[in-house]
């Protein structure tokens, strides 16, 4: 059982990053969001420390996916829903939620 500690950070860095895309877009692209989203990534420690972590041990994520049992699936599901009314909060509001 290899765990699944670097698939568990590869998803809270997707799901993190597909936030901040989403509010940085939800009012369509203009060429001044790429600066903002270098500007985003800049200013906030807890998103830097979040993609490190969800793309650093990435070569792990095939072996961990390899021998899931039901505990570990429980565990990734777990962290999806934690991000649920997050994502419905943003999706209500259009992308304008401040956080």
């Known amino acids: 059982m290899a765990g699944v500690k670097e698939t568990q950070e590869a998803i809270e860095g997707m799901l993190k990053l597909g936030l901040v895309l989403w509010r940085q877009f939800s ?17 906030n420690p807890e998103f830097v420390q979040a993609m490190e972590e969800a793309f650093e041990g990435h070569q792990k994520i095939p072996k961990e996916m390899e021998d899931l049992d039901t505990h570990e699936v429980f565990q990734l599901v777990a962290v999806i829903m934690q991000y649920i009314p997050q994502i419905l909060e943003e999706l209500k509001n259009g992308g304008k939620t401040i956080s």
């Open 27 to 43: 009012d369509g692209f203009q060429f001044a969001d790429i600066g903002d989203l270098i500007d985003h990534y800049r200013q």
